[in-house]
Structure formats: structure tokens, C-alpha cells
């Protein structure tokens, strides 16, 4: 007999690693980073109209230079969109974050490795500024 899972039992401790992006791009602290991406993630975007790619090297090193929205006083604000389970392993989350006077809307590509939910693939829009 094939076993069903409940949405609760695929899911997991997705929220949690989603919270985990959220603090990250929050306090910008790249002690925890490795909690968040996995060490072969790319991000894509674009800025000043140019397409960006960045490894996870490269991400990390912009969030170690960034002035965290924690120290300059900007308000947290954050909130999920989305969330598509595609098995107990993957999972699309679509996010808006604030990040200082910035607001961006963010595809997260999540994987199930054996230490827990990493984002993969982050694709980002500038939404717009924050009054």
C-alpha cells in the first residue's frame, strides 16, 4: 500500500529555512549563510537594466560589505507569497523582503539535502522603494 504524506510532513522545516533567509537578509550575518544557500547556488537578476549572475561566494561577499537594515534601523519587513511543494526534496517559495529602502521580490529555489532545506537558485526584482 503507497503511502500518502500530508502537506505538513512534505513540507517539514520549510518555514523555518525560509525565517532563516529572512533574518539573513535582515542582520546580514554571513556566519549563517551556509544555513541558508548551498555552496553551488546561483542568483540571477537584474541591475541598472543588466542581467547579474553572482555565485554564492560573490553573495556572500555583497551581504559582508552590505550596512545590514538591522544597524542602519530599517524596519523588518517580510512576508511569503508563495509557496510550491513539488516533492518532499523541492520547493519553490516567492517572497517580498524589504532590505533598506529597497523592496524585492525574490524566487527561492529550495532542495531537501541531508542538512535540511539550502536555497539553490535566487532570482530577484527590484519592486520598488520603500517609503
Request: charged content about 20%.
Amino acid at each position: 500500500m503507497q503511502q500518502h504524506n500530508t502537506r505538513a510532513e512534505v513540507i517539514g522545516n520549510l518555514p523555518a529555512a525560509v525565517e532563516r533567509y529572512f533574518q539573513l537578509m535582515y542582520d546580514c550575518d554571513v556566519a549563517q549563510f551556509d544555513n541558508v544557500f548551498h555552496p553551488t547556488a546561483q542568483l540571477h537578476g537584474f541591475t541598472d537594466d543588466a542581467l547579474v549572475v553572482w555565485p554564492t561566494s560573490a553573495y556572500r561577499e555583497i551581504l559582508a560589505t552590505r550596512i545590514s537594515p538591522l544597524l542602519s534601523g530599517a524596519p523588518r519587513e517580510q512576508e511569503i507569497l508563495l509557496i510550491d511543494v513539488v516533492s518532499n526534496r523541492q520547493a519553490m517559495v516567492k517572497v517580498r523582503v524589504r532590505i533598506n529602502q529597497k523592496v524585492f521580490v525574490d524566487h527561492l529555489g529550495y532542495l531537501r539535502t541531508d542538512e535540511g532545506w539550502r536555497i539553490t537558485s535566487k532570482a530577484f526584482h527590484l519592486e520598488g522603494s520603500a517609503p
